[in-house]
């Protein structure tokens, strides 16, 4: 359902009739979304290997087929999407699914619980895995018919038998890889990288005890053992599958073969990042700051080298002549000239990005937490001039929205629920004008540079972009049931343990913003929420809402 105008929305009427994400994707990844959410409660269950190789069979073979599928056959997408359109949801499928799920649910407990006789439990594991399967297929029915299937298989050859090959041998491997991550084949990069954190780490402080034998290293002070999962493989892994799906992405910009040798130039770069990051975490430590060098750093400087190195890979693939930009006689104009989609996503990237850098940096307590306000702020005023068109303009329901949304939060987050940060013993240590300007800081950005930057990436530009590439067109009303669901929920899930609350919040800034098509009211919503929780904190001691 697409929505212009309506007496409560009335948007403009110039949308353009090709959608962003065509139907088969949307249906795809509902389709996705469901069978994902159905999977969370199975996964945490100890069903054996028939399950787990059914999973990985499926997430490999739908990858695979859907994948290239669409890839190659770009025709045959838009042909079924345009099909799909005038096709509504089956719901006699979707009805057989539920029941087909409550079966496998119940087999599930019957199994796990051994309520049955041990002669049956072949019998029942099979119906179990069988009901299992059925229940997927009628899934994959409910939002795509048979017909349309089977035109799409037929339409893509042969490559349902190379989908279903690699999903066997998918399973295969990670079977051999899980078997043989502690044989002499995973010991070679481990080795590799204690021997480089190792050289490097004797460069700048003296008696370095290192045993290789254990993988322990570091000073009389302060020392680390460097296990398989240190070795910088899966970084290195992270970063071979960005570097291959980047080239192939913008292949009509890149000349090959020379744009190859920047796959193995970025993992080499990933693995030795990574040594480099044991090093330093190793003189973090040394230097006194165990708890930062655990805590902290441990847990972000990983994400900060993978981001780096990425970004450092696309600027050389994009900009270097010999693998990619080709020669121009224009001059390059800045991201704040020619790219409308950075007024409203990078201050909030710009606020993730702080985010990990004041978390590498601490220990227990994010004592760098105002760089995330300063950062967003400088990233809001250099991009002033692009929200000069933007209606500013707040009306009397969104301060309410937001208190509504306060009290939802509230509701779903019962006092004792939430996760203990600590915040409160830390501030109590230092000093009162620190503790006071550290506040102010956490308040300022909660009520200021949050909402702002959130609002502009999740209401004024997902639920646009999801509509049409050309997301500056559409007036800020309209939307679609799609766009709207899915900039919600991905909004909600940025929000961990409250994913639920932030993906009804997300539909009601979603309402405040589209009511009167202003992005002033869902910021001003959103502003209203959190200084309610912030003052839920301070003068409740909720604690736990931050």
Known sequence: MQVHSSPGFAGSDDVPAASAVPAFFKRLIWLGLLLGLEWIPISHQDTGNGARAIFIWAVVFASIFLGFGCLQHPDKVRRISRLLERQPLDWRFAVGHVCLMLVFVALEVSYLTARISPGSLPVVKGIWLLTGGLAIAMAGLAFVPLRIWADFARGTGSLWVVAATGGIAAEWLINIFQASWNNRFWQLPTTLTFRLVESLLRVFVPGVIAEPATGSIGTPHFHVVILEACSGVEGAGLMLVFSVAWLWFFRRECRFPQALILIPAAVLLSWLLNAIRIVILLLIGNAGAPDIALGGFHSQAGWITFNAVALAFSVVAGRVSWSGAKATSEPRRTIFEQNPTAPYLVPFLTILAAAMVSRAAAGNFEWLYPLRFLAAAVVLWLFRKQYAGLDRRVSWFAPVIGAAVFVLWLALSPAGSGPNNQIAPYL??????????????????????????????????????????????????????????????????LHGSQWLAGIIAGLLYAFAMLWRGRIGDAIVAHATTNGLIAGAVLLGGRWDLW
């Open 428 to 493: 109590a240590e230092i000093s009162l004008a620190a503790r006071i300007s550290w506040l102010a800081f956490r308040v300022v950005a909660a009520i200021v540079t949050v909402p702002i930057a959130e609002e502009l990436a999740f209401r004024g530009f997902l639920i646009r972009r999801l509509i049409s590439p050309e997301f500056t067109s559409l007036s800020l009303r309209t939307f679609t049931t799609f766009s709207l669901l899915v900039s919600s929920a991905t909004f909600g899930l």
